[in-house]
């Protein structure tokens, strides 16, 4: 079965620090990973995506994620964080090639930057 | 262009009634998926929509139920409420069945009481 596992309730990280949320998977064929980004009271916004291709992932607001197999791995990373980067985080999955399209998705992770 | 909307805001009910919620999909987009976000957890996903058909379905018993309109927007009904369907309730829209990013409306927050 699938699922998504994100190990820490909370981290919390100085300003200009850098900052790994965790995040592992189990899927049962290829995964397609993806990272969202929740502030109070709206809703969650995309940060980033793996398919395919190289293991490291760019994505919005200086946000990286490195995808690695062995491990069944896919931690969000930022080299300095601002306060502003404080908010709640998830991570999804959703197994390819089963033709089913929903999302699975991790607890969540308060990512919390302090000044 | 306008994001994903939902609506209403908050909704407050009691046990035993029934309520719908509202979502209007991100311009272009044409399929709808609707989650349950319990506080402090992270969304389970309930069903999506595409071409007016319920194509997946998550593990969420029969009291809940939805349409898509011709237009793409959507409705999530849901009947005889109970206390635990106190939540958040997500929509998202995408650009077909297979496409990989979702676009999240900021959800509509259901209380009963």
């Known amino acids: 079965a699938q699922s998504v596992a994100q190990p820490e309730d909370q981290v919390n990280v100085a300003e200009g620090n850098p900052l790994t949320v965790k995040c592992t998977y189990s899927?049962?064929?290829?995964?397609?990973l993806f990272w969202y980004v929740q502030y109070p009271n709206r809703g969650l916004q995309f940060l980033l995506k793996?398919?395919?291709?190289d293991n490291l992932v760019k994505g919005s607001y200086g946000f990286e994620a490195e995808f690695n197999k062995s491990q069944t791995s896919f931690h969000l990373k930022k080299p300095s964080a601002l306060v502003s980067d404080s908010a709640l985080y998830f991570c999804?999955?959703?197994?390819?090639?089963?033709?089913?399209?929903?999302?699975?998705w991790g607890a969540g992770t308060k990512l919390i930057i302090k000044p | 262009d306008a994001g994903v909307t939902q609506s209403p805001t908050h909704l407050i009910k009691t046990r035993g009634q029934q309520v719908t919620l509202r979502c209007s999909p991100k311009?272009?987009?044409?399929?709808v998926s609707w989650y349950q976000q319990a506080l402090g957890q992270g969304p389970q996903f309930i069903f999506q929509?595409?071409?007016?058909?319920?194509?997946q379905r998550g593990n969420f018993p029969d009291r809940f139920s939805g349409h898509q309109f011709p237009n793409y927007s959507s409705e999530l009904n849901v009947n005889a409420l109970l206390l635990g369907d106190s939540a958040l309730y997500l929509c998202?829209?995408?650009?077909?069945?297979?496409?990989?990013?979702?676009?999240f409306g900021p959800g509509t927050r259901l209380t009963v009481l």
């Open positions: 999804a999955v959703r197994d390819l090639p089963h033709s089913n399209y929903q999302l699975i």
């Open positions: 899927v049962s064929g290829n995964p397609y």
């Open positions: 793996y398919i395919t291709g």
């Open positions: 311009s272009g987009h044409d399929t």
């Open positions: 929509y595409y071409e007016e058909e319920e194509r």
């Open positions: 998202a829209s995408s650009l077909g069945l297979a496409d990989n990013e979702q676009f």
